[in-house]
Every structure is written in C-alpha cells, then in structure tokens.
C-alpha cells in the first residue's frame, strides 16, 4: 500500500492552456473522487467514479472540466482553456466500498496556477 | 442535502491546554461525520469518523469528538494541546458510507509555547 499519488504536484500555467492532472489510487480501491480546495477554504467535491463508471458529478464541474478513469485504475482531470479562477489545490481521494474503515485516503494534491 | 458549519476559522491556544474545535452538521439522513487534518502543502489525514453506534470516538494523536444528535453537533477535543497540533482541521459530512464529503470551511489551530 504506497497511498494514493498525485501527479504533477505543482503545475503553472498560462491562461487559456489545456492542463491534464493525473490521480493512482490505492491499488484495490474501487472508488476514485476529485475534489478542489481554493485558499482558506474546505476541499469541494467535483465527481467521483466507480471502477471505470462516473457515478457523480458536482455541478462545479464546469463544460471545461472532464475527468477520465478507463481502465478502473488511475484517472485523469483535464482542465480546458483554463481561467484564473481554476488556481486551487485539486485533491484526489480513493474508496474500498468492500472495507470497513469508511475512510476515504487522500493524496498530497496538484496544486495549480493560472496566470 | 448535508453541510457542516465550523465556527472559528482560527482558534489559539497554549501549549498543554484544551483544544475545542467546534462542528454543526445539518443533514436531511442520519449522517457520516468526519475530523481531518491538513499540514501545510499536503493532503488530509483522517483523526476520526462517527458512523453508527457510540457517540464518543476516539481518534489519533489524542483527539475525540462526540456526536449529538439533540445539539447537530460534532465538536473535536483534546485534553492537552502539542505545538505539532497546529494545522488546519476540517469538518466533513456524508449521506452514507463512501458517498461525496461535504466540508466546512476549516479551522486553523495554532498553539502557543
């Protein structure tokens, strides 16, 4: 069990770019959630899925955002034409529905900024 | 819908002193309820959860929190605070086990030699 990884940990960017974020759960993780947190405040969740199906999607997940998990594993956050207000921490969580911590296990984040 | 309110975005205490981190929930389901703790540039760590049964949990490095449904309430204690207790403590409710955290605001802890 590595934990769950992040990449890239920091990410800059200029505005109007593509940026592409990419989350490895933990290993028998079935459950993959994205969430965002802007300074001075609580992550938010955008979507989550199940195995390779998005089961969920926050209505902050703008036409920009799209998120990918095709083979049930890792997942990809891809952010089109980015905006300053996109600069946030972009948080990924895993989920064993088959455990019995009801834990979700959080990674170090990508931290991205528009300029 | 859930949501957690956390009053205090700072609390300050001394070293070796109560730490009180204060939670209300609102849920329209019996609620999942969560502590966890963010060190500066990285993710969250789990303290502790209630899900069912004893309203008294106990989590790690010396926290708890008890629920009260009566109160909508889910404060986060510790007898005596630590100088590495310092961090941003968040607040987080869900409608079931595995289902999308909804979080406070957050509170920042700094404690005092």
């Known amino acids: 069990d590595t934990g769950v990884s992040q990449n890239p940990r920091h990410k800059i960017t200029k505005r109007g770019q593509n940026v592409t974020f990419r989350c490895d759960p933990i290993?028998?993780?079935?459950?993959l959630y994205w969430y965002r947190q802007t300074l001075g405040q609580g992550p938010e969740f955008l979507t989550y899925?199940?195995?390779?199906?998005?089961?969920?999607k926050s209505r902050l997940l703008s036409d920009r955002f799209s998120a990918e998990r095709p083979k049930g594993s890792f997942s990809t956050l891809e952010i089109q034409r980015t905006e300053q207000g996109d600069s946030a921490m972009y948080l990924c969580?895993?989920?064993?529905?088959?455990?019995?911590?009801?834990?979700?296990?959080f990674g170090p984040g990508t931290r991205l900024t528009v300029l | 819908a859930q949501s957690v309110t956390q009053l205090g975005s700072h609390v300050s205490v001394s070293e070796g002193a109560l730490v009180l981190l204060r939670c209300n929930y609102s849920s329209s389901v019996p609620p999942y309820l969560f502590w966890y703790v963010q060190y500066p540039n990285q993710g969250l760590q789990l303290l502790l959860k209630y899900t069912t049964g004893a309203t008294l949990v106990k989590g790690i490095n010396g926290f708890e929190a008890e629920f009260k449904k009566s109160e909508t309430s889910f404060h986060l204690t510790k007898p005596s605070a630590h100088m590495s207790d310092a961090a941003e403590y968040f607040c987080?409710?869900?409608?079931?086990?595995?289902?999308?955290?909804?979080f406070g605001k957050g509170t920042s802890l700094l404690v005092t030699p």
């Open positions: 969580a895993s989920f064993w529905t088959s455990g019995a911590s009801n834990e979700q296990f």
């Open positions: 290993s028998e993780h079935n459950r």
């Open positions: 987080a409710v869900s409608a079931n086990s595995g289902y999308a955290l909804n």
């Open positions: 899925f199940q195995n390779e199906a998005q089961l969920e």
